[in-house]
C-alpha cells in the first residue's frame, strides 16, 4: 500500500508555506534578490502573518520585481523609480493596521530615490524597507549604482571613480530606529533579521548585500558572493523569538544580550568576541566606517532604537485606520460648512 500523503505543516494562522509564495521569478538564475524573497516567504510563515493584511511596496529595478514573488495573496503597490517613500507614506497613513513591507534597490534608494528615502526615515514611518543591494543597474545593463565601489572596473562600464553611498549610515543619521546589515547568501541571519524588523513598531531598515550574477559578481567586488563568503563578520548570532509562542533554542555557551521589542518580542544577540552595542548611534556609525577601511562585510542589527514615536502617532491619528473612519467623521456637515462660510462674511 502508497502511504498516504502527509498534511502540510500549518502555522499559527492555520496557513502552510505554499499559502506565502508568490509567481515564479524571472530573474536571472543565481540571484540574489530571489534568496530574499524566500527568506520573507520564511519569515511571514514563521511569523504567522495574515498574507491580506501585508502590504508589499516597491519602485522601479530588478529589486522592485521582487515583491511579484512572495505573498502573492497580499497587497501590492508598485510605483515609479525612486517615489516608493511618498507612497508607503500615504497608504500607511490611511491603514496603519497593515504590515508594510517595502523592497527597493540601491539604485531605487541611493540615487533617485535618496531624497524620499531620507525623509521616509526622518518621519518614521512603520514599515519594513529592504534594499536589495548588488552596487549595478542591473534591468538597465550593469551600470554603476551610488554604492559601487570606488575604483571598481567593469568591463563593458569602465571605471567607477566616486566613494559609495553607505545606505546604513544614511538611514541612522536620518534617525532610523532599526538598521541591519545582512548577506543574501546567510540564509538564517536575513530570516531572523527580517522577524525582528516585521515585529518592529517603527521604521525598519535592511541593507541586503544581494550579488547581481550577471554584472557585478567579480571576486574583487564587495557585492560578490566570494567577496561576501570570505570577508562576511556577523555581529552577533541572532534570534528572534515572537512572544506569542515559546521556540527552544539550543545555544554554545557565551554571553547573550536580551533586547525587548515593543510587543514583548525578544532579539537575542550572542557575543563573538566584539565589545558592541547595538544602542550606541555613534557606535554604529563608527563600525560601519571602520569597516571600510578594513574591507570587512560586518553584518547584524547595527542600531537599535525604540524611543521615536511613529508617524501615526506623532500626527495623532485615531487608532481606527483613516480609510475604516465612517463618513460622519470625515466630510463635514452642511451646517457646520455653512458655519464656516458665514465667518467670512
Known sequence: MTAPARPPALNSAGLSKTDYKGLPSTLCPGCGHDSISSRIIDAAFQLGLRPHSVMKLSGIGCSSKSPAYFLNAAHGINTVHGRMPSVATGAMLAQRWHTAIGVSGDGDTGSIGIGQFKHLVRRNVPMVYIIENNGVYGLTKGQFSATADEGQHLKYIGTNELPPLDLCAEAIIAGAGFVARSFAGDAKQVTELLKAAIAFRGMAVLDIVSPCVTFNNHDDSTKSYAYGKEHEVPLHDITFIPDYA???????????????????????????????????????????????HTGELVTGLLYLDQRRPTLPEALHLPELPLALLPEDLIRPSRESLEGVMAGFA
Open 246 to 292: 515559546e521556540i527552544m533554542v539550543d545555544y554554545d555557551p557565551g554571553d547573550v544580550i536580551s533586547v525587548q521589542l515593543h510587543d514583548g518580542a525578544t532579539v537575542q544577540l550572542r557575543k563573538l568576541g566584539r565589545d558592541y552595542d547595538p544602542a550606541s548611534r555613534l557606535g554604529a556609525l563608527a563600525l560601519l566606517e571602520n569597516s571600510k
